[in-house]
């Protein structure tokens, strides 16, 4: 009994790797951009900092899907910034192409672009991109026209800044004409942002 106790605990400290996570990071890092691992959070109360296979992620999502297919319906709403480990767009995704009008109603135009920005946002519905929120929430960019997942990335903006998480958000454009003629502005009002002269306010 001795010598299998002793053989068991042999076994856990081998599994061991020495110098933790910190030392298996640059590894799985670099797994990511050969797209043999992918990156996001996959299990809730863990680091944000998780790495899965492809085959993983898919069955993770195949899960998380409506019985129906119809992804980003029903599902999760998360607030993340736009640098965090958890958002996969422009990491382990591409930013989805989003083109807007110029505004002079002459040239479509790509405006502002999404991107890894410290203190942008990033909103995602059932683990689509809904918005993005550029720095101090100014500027804000759609990329679904579905208003069932608008409403429901507008209510989740709406409580974060309730909850204290984010400041006073004044949202001023949209997809690249002010936010008054913009679609976005009926998911935002019915999630309580009110209109000022200059755009769409809400404060905690």
């Known amino acids: 009994m001795a010598k299998a106790t002793s053989r068991r605990r ?5 599994l061991q790797v ?3 996570f910190a030392a298996v990071y640059p590894v799985l890092s670099a797994l990511e ?6 990156r996001g959070y996959f299990v809730e109360g863990l680091g944000a900092a998780q790495f899965a296979v492809p085959g993983a992620v898919d069955r993770i999502r195949a899960l998380a899907d409506p019985a129906d297919g119809s992804r980003g319906r029903g599902g999760p709403t998360l607030v993340l910034a736009a640098t965090d480990p958890a958002n996969p767009y422009g ?12 505004g002079d109603g002459t040239a479509p135009a790509t405006g502002h672009r999404a991107g890894r920005k410290a203190g942008a946002l990033v909103v995602l519905v059932g683990g689509d991109l809904v918005l993005y929120v550029e720095r101090g929430g100014r500027t804000i960019l759609s990329f679904t026209d579905d208003t069932d997942a608008l409403a429901a990335a507008g209510k989740a903006l709406a409580d974060a800044v309730h909850s204290g998480a984010l400041g006073a958000i004044s949202v001023e454009r949209a997809d ?3 936010v008054h003629s913009s679609p976005l502005r009926d998911a935002l009002t019915a999630a309580g942002f009110r209109a000022t002269p200059r755009g769409l306010r809400l404060r905690g």
């Open 176 to 178: 690249g004409e002010a």
């Open 33 to 38: 951009e050969r797209g043999a691992a992918r």
């Open 18 to 20: 020495t110098g933790g």
């Open 91 to 102: 990491a382990a995704l591409p930013w989805p192409e989003r083109v807007v009008d110029s």
């Open 10 to 14: 042999a076994a856990e400290r081998k």
